[in-house]
């Protein structure tokens, strides 16, 4: 069995590595990949998409927010996206994720442990060989691709970096290694990401890679894999992703050949967060899943035919790779993934608990003939090349992990199977439902209950919402007329269902996969009800473009209509009276009809008669069809249209025109190459970073007349790129030695492309009043980080007005700062202010190490660095000190400080040290023994499970009773809420009352009269 193990794990790798058309060999979980969808494409009217969310919970941890929602993705529904566990494209957004998408012959970190397996190793290893000066260079470019040709391991080298999406607590974009070894941040949040590897994992503690034969040598250990990410922001928090096996997601991808092609980490969870103390705020804790699977369709062809003196000469298909005239077969990958179990505030001792179960909705089933179709293959090709290998022992090396336990040795299968279908495989695959959310804690306790349609012939879909009385429920355009079948031919260009399965003959291909407006709304939102009995509405057309890219990259005239769905209308209604209704245009100018949209992917099948030259000279023709769009968008994956202008048309309120950064604006480009020109195939240079940026905003009146226009400008500080290279060296014949040797550098960038002007004219009354700001920015290191360091303000009636920030790195070789910059905390510490050239004002925070006391006020023996001083100046530019802070306990409060006027203030906390319950202000306390005595008896009152609130006011005024020369105020909280009571030094108290669902409503004095009242209505999308 070693002998065929071995020979199919090198053929994969060789068609790898040969083929221009790649299958996918990175997806995660339905659960992963609809989160870091949030993470790749814009949710706005970029892409024609509204953001649509519900709120489920917010936590707050030092001030640190954890927000719990659900999300909707308005762009309609692919037939092929399996759901997540909260039903169709809705993802659950508490915590967040990393996902990778997998580019080169090899993951990053991969490191072979199999003698002559190629290549050997990742791009982890590699990255080196392009920090070089002549690396886009044609002599170094074609040195590294004959390089591949080598047999021996570590000559085949991955040159492309892969990508990693994240999507975490208000923090979304890529990263990926350098070829200097550093990892590069692309992001609107300044983050650094480290990945040690000496904290990589065997995938679920596998004890070797693939199936091991009676008699055969022991096969080799399992490669090692990312197991633990940490990101650190720019106030000194520290993110945790991975670090636990159940909070990582494994993919191995060939499905119908698990021992050829191993498995690695494809997604990692949050599991811990820190504050800047290096404190946890956060605990995340996973479970993990059954085994799923992502099934496509693929079929391709691909023919070569040598051209000799200007005839056809052709080698009876022996130049044929792949041959599959009219069958869909299916490609699939085995995912083992993970699920959220509790999310815990450390400190507020709050916990949210998630129950899921099995769901009855699956996906795959036997019936979908592309999976039937390549099963069939798969036992020909056991007929075929595999005769001398027993049947079952067959089986179990292809289907080496689903024929096991997660542990992957202990055996998980009867005897007795029957292998002559896919049946067994595909009823050993299995979803989740979310059922519940428990939020529990201190004078918390909420369910949120999950309802479904969860059927075998439907999609899963969430029906409704329920906490506390209160319902959020959900409707949908004809979601059962969608296929059950995630495997359907009957689709477009882009995936979007068109009831009538497309044509496989190469020539008519493309013609058969046009949209069908009446089925492509199937299955999307149409109206949310909220718990106020008010609702909203929701109406979408299809994408349309007047401009597309073609195939060396250039924007050419074109037009047409594509699938997928932009939003069309969303009407909001507070009741069955008040409306609000917005309607979204998506035209060069309010009066126009010619469409705004850029087709950025036009999709391609069929390449007949595609020249390619070998390294002797000779043309071989290359015929190349395949079922799935043969040219990609760009590196990375992202939207498939965008539009340069929308108009949003608010009914008895004018419309605003928006403008935005596009193709237009920052196509992508070709690099360097060392064949003689540029294929379609090559990768390209990619500037959506830039695009999708706002460049001007047009406000209307009903009229139509122009009231005010904001413009837009942005830059690149510094241009920061890393550099990648992809590269092919294959036969396009097997019987001839005559190789296609191709080499193509491309660039990754990573910058900020920062706001640096903005320009604000204002129509009234035949007057145009113009403001203006400007931006500027330093870069700070080499992997992604940039800041604000001045602002200029421009005003008809003030001049101009700059401000200009310091940060804590910019005072270096000074202890407390550079402790700051140590742990990432870039605090502004000081703002100057001029007007013109005049000094108008200064602020400063002056920073110090002190020792900490503890929740009792005893003195520890740590130390933290804190601001000290709080000093501000007027005109003079003499900085004088405001506030000067003495005491800090270990969480960071403030426990002691003092004016310039001598006056001193005093905070104390409670509940768990979270809120503070007293504050003095008046002439230094020498003795705070009397204080601390009063404190310690009213502190367990407020932590009671039902507060005697007759004691607890009690307490309180004793402590004002023995301050008679100083201010206090007393406070009472609801946990988890917010402030329910405060009391003055006169005694007098207000009352903070709240709704079931945790909103402030109302303000009450002590005697029952009402102060001030809240309402809430839907806010407009």
């Known amino acids: 069995m070693k002998k065929n193990t071995l020979l199919c794990f090198l053929i994969f790798i060789v068609n790898i590595g040969a083929q221009t058309l790649d299958l996918p060999k990175s997806i995660q979980s339905p659960n992963a990949s609809s989160l870091g969808k949030y993470g790749d494409i814009p949710m706005n009217l970029y892409t024609g998409r509204a953001d649509v969310s519900v709120p489920i919970h917010t936590l707050n941890e030092d001030g640190v927010l954890l927000d719990i929602n659900l999300r909707y993705d308005t762009g309609g529904v692919r037939v092929s996206d399996v759901s997540g566990w909260v039903g169709q494209n809705w993802a659950l957004n508490a915590g967040g994720v990393i996902t990778r998408t997998y580019n080169g012959p090899a993951y990053d970190e991969y490191d072979s442990t199999r003698p002559g397996i190629i290549p050997a190793k990742g791009y982890y290893h590699h990255h080196n060989k392009l920090n070089v000066d002549n690396w886009n260079s044609n002599d170094y470019m074609r040195q590294l691709s004959i390089n591949s040709a080598s047999v021996i391991a570590d000559s085949y080298q991955d040159l492309a970096p892969d990508t990693f999406t994240f999507n975490f607590m208000g923090h979304t974009g890529k990263f990926f290694l350098g070829q200097d070894g550093e990892w590069k941040v692309s992001s609107s949040s300044n983050l650094k990401v480290i990945i040690n590897m000496n ?110 003196n200007g005839n056809i000469l052709t080698f009876n298909g022996a130049c044929s790779q792949k041959y599959t005239p009219s069958s869909v077969f299916a490609g699939g990958q085995l995912i083992i993934p993970s699920y959220l179990k509790t999310v815990k505030g450390v400190k507020s001792n709050i916990s949210v608990s998630m129950s899921s179960s ?84 201190s004078n918390i306790n909420k369910v949120i209950n999950f309802d479904y349609t969860d059927t075998a012939n439907q999609r899963f879909t969430l029906n409704s919402i329920l906490y506390d009385q209160k319902r959020y429920s959900f409707e949908y355009n004809n979601m059962p007329m969608l ?77 047409g209509k594509i699938s997928g769905l932009r939003i069309k209308k969303i009407s909001s209604f507070s009741d069955a009276v008040n409306k609000i209704e917005k309607e ?118 009903q009229s139509g007349t122009k009231l005010v226009e904001e413009i837009y400008n942005y830059a690149e500080t510094t241009p920061q790129k890393i550099r990648a290279f992809k590269y092919e060296n294959y036969l396009p014949c097997p019987s001839l030695m005559d190789g296609v ?164 203030v005093y905070y104390y906390y409670g509940y768990n040290n979270l809120y503070t319950i007293l504050k003095i202000e008046g002439a230094e306390i020498i003795d705070e023994s009397a204080i601390l005595g009063y404190l310690n008896i009213l502190k367990p009152l407020l932590n009671a499970a039902s507060p005697d609130y007759t004691q607890i006011k009690q307490q309180q005024y004793n402590i004002i009773n023995s301050l008679p020369n100083h201010m206090c105020a007393l406070y009472t909280f609801k946990p988890n809420q917010g402030v329910s009571s405060i009391m003055n030094s006169s005694g007098m108290i207000e009352y903070y009352n709240y709704d079931n669902i945790g909103r402030l409503i109302n303000v009450k004095d002590q005697n029952g009269k009402l102060l001030k009242t809240i309402s809430y209505k839907i806010k407009n999308q």
């Open 199 to 308: 904290d990589n994992v065997v995938p679920m503690n596998f004890p070797s890679i693939g199936y091991n034969a009676s008699g055969d040598p022991a096969p080799p250990k399992f490669p090692k894999s990312i197991g633990k990410i940490t990101v650190l922001d720019d106030n000194g928090n520290k993110y945790v992703f991975g670090g636990t096996m159940n909070a990582i997601e494994f993919t191995n991808y060939n499905f119908f050949e698990q021992s050829s092609s191993g498995m690695f980490s494809t997604a990692w969870y949050l599991t811990e967060v820190y504050n800047n103390l290096n404190q946890k705020i956060y605990s995340l804790e996973y479970e993990r899943g059954n085994y799923q699977a992502s099934f496509y369709n693929y079929n391709i062809y691909i023919d070569n035919y040598k051209e000799s």
């Open 358 to 441: 099995e769901r009855q909705a699956i996906p795959y089933s036997s019936s979908d003939l592309p999976i039937a179709v390549a099963y069939e293959k798969w036992i020909d090709e056991h007929d075929d090349y595999q005769q001398n290998v027993p049947f079952t022992e067959w089986y179990l090396w292809c289907f080496y992990y689903m024929t096991r336990k997660q542990d992957g040795i202990t055996p998980d299968y009867t005897s007795g199977i029957d292998t002559s279908t896919a049946n067994w495989l595909l009823n050993r695959l299995k979803w989740r439902k979310l059922n519940s959310i428990i939020v529990s804690g």
């Open 483 to 559: 296929p059950a079948s995630h495997l359907s031919t009957a689709v477009d260009h882009f995936g979007y269902y068109t009831g009538t399965p497309f044509n496989m003959n190469p020539s008519d291909h493309y013609a058969s996969r046009g949209i069908n407006p009446n089925t492509l709304q199937y299955g999307t939102l149409n109206k949310i009800t909220y718990p106020t009995t008010g609702y909203s509405k929701f109406e979408y057309e299809p994408h349309t473009y007047s401009k597309s890219v073609n195939n060396n990259a250039v924007l050419i005239t074109d037009n």
């Open 584 to 701: 979204y245009l998506y035209t060069t100018g309010i009066s126009s009809t010619i469409s705004s949209g850029i087709l950025l992917n036009k999709s391609q099948y069929y390449f007949p008669d595609w020249k390619i030259r070998t390294t002797s000279g000779s043309i071989y023709t290359k015929n190349i069809f395949s079922i799935n769009s043969i040219i990609p968008l760009s590196n990375f994956s992202g939207t498939q249209i965008e539009y340069s202008t929308v108009i949003e048309k608010t009914t008895g309120n004018g419309y605003v025109t928006n403008i935005y950064n596009s193709y237009e604006d920052f196509p992508n480009s070709y690099s360097g190459t060392i064949s003689p020109e540029h294929s379609v195939f090559d990768p390209k240079t990619d500037y959506s970073y830039k695009r999708g940026t706002l460049k001007l905003k047009q406000y209307y009146n």
């Open 741 to 904: 040797l191709t080499g193509n550098a491309y660039e990754i960038f990573y910058s900020d492309f920062n706001l640096t002007s903005k320009i604000v004219n204002t129509y009234t009354n035949n007057n145009n009043v113009i403001e203006s700001e400007s931006y500027n920015y330093i870069v700070r290191g080499n992997f992604g980080d940039s800041f604000l360091r001045s602002k200029n303000r421009i005003t008809t009636n003030y001049g101009n007005l700059k401000e200009e920030y310091q940060y804590s790195f910019d005072k270096s070789n000074i202890t407390p700062y550079d402790i700051l910059t140590n742990r990432r905390e870039f605090s502004v510490i000081k703002t100057d202010k001029t007007l013109g050239s005049a000094p108008l004002s200064s602020s400063q925070v002056d920073y110090a190490q002190f020792a900490m006391y503890d929740n009792s006020g005893t003195l520890t023996s740590g130390i933290q660095t804190f601001p000290q001083k709080f000093l501000e100046s007027k005109v003079t530019n003499t900085l004088e000190e405001k506030l000067v802070v003495d005491k800090y306990d270990i969480d960071g409060h403030i426990l002691k400080a003092h004016k310039a006027n001598g006056t001193y």
